[in-house]
């Protein structure tokens, strides 16, 4: 079964500190993308980041960082010096290579930033 | 560049009652997905539509259906509507094969509650 494990339902941080959020997945495929998506109250989801599979160097968008262990099934994010604006439920994913769109979804982690 | 839409932003409807949801892709993208999101959890995957062909399929009953036109809009209908159909539903489009783009971009969804 494809699955996507979010173990931390709920996380607070600081401002201007960092936060680790952590995600773990199943496929016995080996090509596949990855992504974290945030969600913020207004409900729209925006991608944060993306990391392709074949690539062993962890992807980086501004504050954002991922930590990606292929063997492990793992890909944590990581975001430095937290802002209000991060506040949000986030979400890990990924889609397969082969099959187009269909991406598959964790539960999601809420973030709170602290002021 | 236009941004995906969907309408309404929130809906009640009653148990057996059928539904039509509504989504404008960005603009030249040809592949768009639907999810359903119940509340606290992640969006499940519905179906894909490719150039106005379902594309893929979730493990959703065929109750749920969908359309795709010519200018690559989208309808997600439901019949006989179930109290459990209560959810965000999001619509997503993207480039597609075509361009071998994996990125979807997210509309802000529809609320659906169902008495």
């Known amino acids: 079964a494809q699955t996507v494990t979010q173990s931390q339902p709920e996380m607070s941080v600081q401002e201007a500190e960092t936060v680790t959020l952590s995600c773990t997945y199943d496929t016995s495929e080996s090509d596949y993308y990855l992504f974290w998506y945030k969600q913020p109250p207004s409900r729209q989801m925006i991608l944060v980041i993306r990391?392709?599979?074949?690539?062993?160097q962890n992807a980086t968008e501004n504050r954002f960082s991922v930590n990606f262990q292929k063997a492990a099934k793992s890909f944590s994010l990581k975001i430095s010096d937290s802002q209000l604006g991060d506040a949000a439920m986030y979400f890990c994913?990924?889609?397969?290579?082969?099959?187009?769109?269909?991406?598959?979804f964790g539960p999601g982690t809420s973030l709170s930033v602290i002021p | 560049e236009t941004g995906v839409t969907q309408s309404p932003t929130h809906l009640i409807k009653t148990r057996g009652q059928q539904v039509t949801l509504r989504c404008s892709s960005q603009?030249?993208?040809?592949?768009v997905s639907w999810y359903q999101q119940a509340l606290g959890q992640g969006p499940q995957f519905i179906f894909q539509?490719?150039?106005?062909?379902?594309?893929g399929r979730g493990n959703f009953p065929p109750r749920f259906s969908g359309l795709q036109f010519p200018n690559y809009s989208s309808e997600l209908n439901v019949n006989a509507l179930e109290l459990d159909d209560s959810a965000l539903y999001l619509c997503?489009?993207?480039?597609?094969?075509?361009?071998?783009?994996?990125?979807?971009?997210f509309g802000p969804g529809t609320r659906l509650t169902v008495t």
């Open positions: 603009s030249g993208h040809n592949t």
């Open positions: 994913a990924y889609r397969l290579k082969t099959s187009y769109d269909k991406v598959i």
């Open positions: 539509y490719y150039r106005e062909e379902e594309n």
């Open positions: 990391q392709e599979a074949y690539k062993q």
């Open positions: 997503a489009s993207s480039p597609g094969r075509d361009r071998g783009i994996y990125e979807q971009y």
